[in-house]
C-alpha cells in the first residue's frame, strides 16, 4: 500500500487502518466518517432528488441554480484503489443527495463535516453526476478493453484557443444545487472523502439566474438560453438521442450512461456590447427580449425553416439554425444541453471574464456533438465567443440499488 492509498483509506473509513487510527486518537466508538444518523426532514424530501436509478441524476432532472462542475485526476495507484475510490464517491454523494445530520464525533479530533451548512446537510435538490474521460483508461488500472468506443481526448476545433490548464481530467464531477454553498459543501465533502486518491485539475462554477421576467434563464449575452432541447423526458426520445442502449457496440456496462461535453467558452462582452440589437437578434436567431424565434411571437414557438428557406426571418447562418437545422437528416445529430453561466472576475486586462459552461448529454459523441460544433464552424457569433477548455466524458450508468456503486460494471467487467 503507498502512502496515497493508505491516507485514502483513511480518510474515506474504508480501511482497518483508518477505524483503527481513528479509534486510538479519538477513543470514541463513531470515530469513523459520517453516515446519515437522521432521516432526511419531511421538506428536504420534497427537494430530494432520488439517488439510485438505470441513470445518474443531475442530467434530466431540471437544472437548479448553482454548479460546479470538477475534473479529477485519479491519483489512486491500481484498480482496487480505483473501486474503493468509486464506492467512497458513490456513498458520500447519496448521504449528500438525501441530506441528513452527519455523525458527531468527540470533541478530540476532526468534524465529520464541515459545518458549512450547519449541523444539519439540506437535500438542496442536490446531485452528484460522474463521469469518467479516455485517461482513465490508459495502463495504470487494467481498463482499456472497457473504454465506450467513441470516448477519446476533447479534439480541438477551429476557433478553439485552449489553454492546458483548463483541460483533462480522468473524473468529472458535475455537481447541482438549489444554492451555492450546498455545492461547495458537497465538493468539499467528497474531496476531504477522497483525498489521496484523487487530484483537482481544473474547476469551474456556473450559476443559472431566475426567468426575466419569464422563459427561462438568459446567458450572458441577455439572451435565454436552454429553450430548445429534444423532449427526453419521452424514453423513445431518450433512447434515440441521450443514453446508450445496446446494440450500438459499446461495452455492456456503459448501457444507461451518456456521453458527456463540458466547453468552457469565454465571451468577449465588450465586443458584443458594441453591436446592434439587430446583428444580436440575427446572430443567434431569437428576439433577445422575449425569446421567441424571429418573425414569431413566443419563445416556446417553433420554427418552420421550409417556409423560409432563403432566412428572411431567421438567417441562414443564425446559431439556432446552424445549431439546429430541423430536418430529417440532421435530426439524429441533436444534443440535450444543461448548461451554466459562469463568472470568473476580470483579466489582467480588466476584462469582464465570463461565458458559457456549454454542457450536452448525447448517446453518441460524433454523430451528435461533433456534427453540431462542425456546422457551428463559420457562424457570426464565433467572433464572440472563444472555447479555452472542457473535455469529453462519459457519464456513468446509475446506482441501481443499496449495494451498487458508480463504475462498479466499469470495474468489475
Ligand atoms: C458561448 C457560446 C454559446 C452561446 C452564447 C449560445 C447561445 C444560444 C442561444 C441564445 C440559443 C437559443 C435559445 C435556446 O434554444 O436555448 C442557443 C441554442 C442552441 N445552441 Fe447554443 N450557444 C453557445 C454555444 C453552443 C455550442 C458550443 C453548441 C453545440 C456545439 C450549441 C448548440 C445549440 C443548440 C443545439 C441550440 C438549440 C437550437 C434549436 O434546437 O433550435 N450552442 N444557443
Known amino acids: 500500500m503507498n502512502i496515497d492509498r493508505r491516507r485514502f483509506l483513511q480518510r474515506s473509513g474504508l480501511g482497518a487502518v483508518g477505524t483503527f487510527a481513528a479509534l486510538a486518537r479519538g477513543g470514541v466508538a463513531d470515530a469513523v466518517e459520517p453516515v446519515a444518523t437522521k432521516?432526511?426532514?419531511?421538506?428536504?424530501?420534497?427537494?430530494?432528488?432520488?439517488?439510485?436509478?438505470?441513470?445518474?441524476?443531475?442530467?434530466?432532472?431540471?437544472?437548479?441554480?448553482?454548479?460546479?462542475?470538477?475534473?479529477?485526476?485519479?491519483?489512486?495507484?491500481?484498480?482496487?484503489?480505483?473501486?474503493?475510490?468509486?464506492?467512497?464517491?458513490?456513498?458520500?454523494?447519496?448521504?449528500?443527495?438525501?441530506?441528513?445530520?452527519?455523525?458527531?464525533?468527540?470533541?478530540?479530533?476532526?468534524?465529520?463535516?464541515?459545518g458549512t451548512l450547519g449541523p444539519h446537510v439540506p437535500a438542496d435538490a442536490l446531485t452528484v453526476t460522474l463521469g469518467v474521460s479516455s485517461t482513465l483508461f490508459d495502463d495504470r488500472f487494467g481498463l482499456a478493453a472497457r473504454r465506450p468506443i467513441r470516448l477519446t481526448a476533447m479534439r480541438a476545433f477551429p476557433n478553439d484557443a485552449l489553454l492546458p490548464q483548463w483541460l483533462g481530467g480522468d473524473l468529472m464531477l458535475q455537481i447541482c444545487a438549489g444554492t451555492s454553498d450546498t455545492v461547495l459543501h458537497a465538493l468539499r465533502d467528497i474531496s476531504m472523502h477522497t483525498r489521496g486518491a484523487t487530484q483537482v485539475?481544473?474547476?469551474?462554477?456556473?450559476?443559472?439566474?431566475?426567468p426575466r421576467p419569464s422563459g427561462v434563464p438568459r446567458n450572458h449575452l441577455g439572451f435565454m438560453d436552454g429553450i430548445a432541447n429534444p423532449a427526453v423526458d419521452k424514453a423513445k426520445v431518450a433512447d434515440q438521442l441521450l443514453w446508450v442502449v445496446k446494440g450500438h457496440g459499446e461495452p455492456d456496462w456503459a448501457v444507461g450512461g451518456s456521453y458527456h461535453v463540458v466547453r468552457l467558452i469565454r465571451m468577449d462582452i465588450e465586443s458584443w456590447d458594441e453591436v446592434s440589437l439587430y446583428k444580436q437578434q440575427a446572430m443567434i436567431g431569437r428576439y433577445r427580449a422575449n425569446g421567441a424565434p424571429l418573425g414569431m411571437d413566443r419563445y416556446t414557438d417553433v420554427p418552420d425553416y421550409k417556409k423560409d428557406p432563403h432566412g428572411h426571418e431567421v438567417p441562414l447562418g443564425a446559431h439556432i439554425r446552424l445549431a439546429n437545422p430541423r430536418t430529417q437528416s440532421t435530426e439524429p445529430s441533436r444534443i440535450y444541453r444543461r448548461g451554466y453561466n459562469y463568472d470568473l472576475g476580470t483579466d489582467v486586462d480588466g476584462?469582464?471574464?465570463?461565458?458559457?459552461?456549454?454542457?450536452?448529454?448525447?448517446?453518441?459523441?460524433?454523430?451528435?456533438?461533433?456534427?453540431?460544433?462542425?456546422?457551428?464552424?463559420?457562424?457570426?457569433?464565433?467572433?464572440?465567443?472563444?472555447?479555452?477548455?472542457?473535455?469529453?466524458?462519459?457519464?456513468?450508468?446509475?446506482?441501481?440499488?443499496a449495494q451498487d456503486w458508480l463504475g462498479r460494471g466499469l470495474v468489475q467487467g
Do not use: Y
Open 201 to 210: 485539475r481544473w474547476r469551474i462554477d456556473g450559476f443559472l439566474s431566475p
Open 39 to 114: 432521516a432526511a426532514t419531511e421538506r428536504d424530501a420534497t427537494l430530494a432528488v432520488a439517488f439510485e436509478g438505470v441513470h445518474q441524476a443531475g442530467i434530466v432532472t431540471p437544472a437548479p441554480r448553482a454548479a460546479t462542475f470538477a475534473a479529477l485526476d485519479v491519483t489512486a495507484g491500481d484498480s482496487s484503489t480505483l473501486a474503493e475510490l468509486l464506492k467512497t464517491i458513490t456513498s458520500r454523494a447519496r448521504f449528500l443527495t438525501a441530506g441528513g445530520t452527519p455523525r458527531r464525533r468527540g470533541a478530540q479530533i476532526p468534524p465529520s463535516d464541515s
Open 351 to 401: 476584462n469582464l471574464n465570463m461565458g458559457l459552461i456549454f454542457n450536452c448529454f448525447q448517446q453518441d459523441l460524433i454523430r451528435q456533438f461533433d456534427a453540431t460544433q462542425t456546422r457551428l464552424v463559420h457562424e457570426g457569433l464565433a467572433q464572440f465567443i472563444s472555447p479555452f477548455g472542457g473535455g469529453f466524458f462519459f457519464a456513468l450508468p446509475g446506482v441501481r440499488n
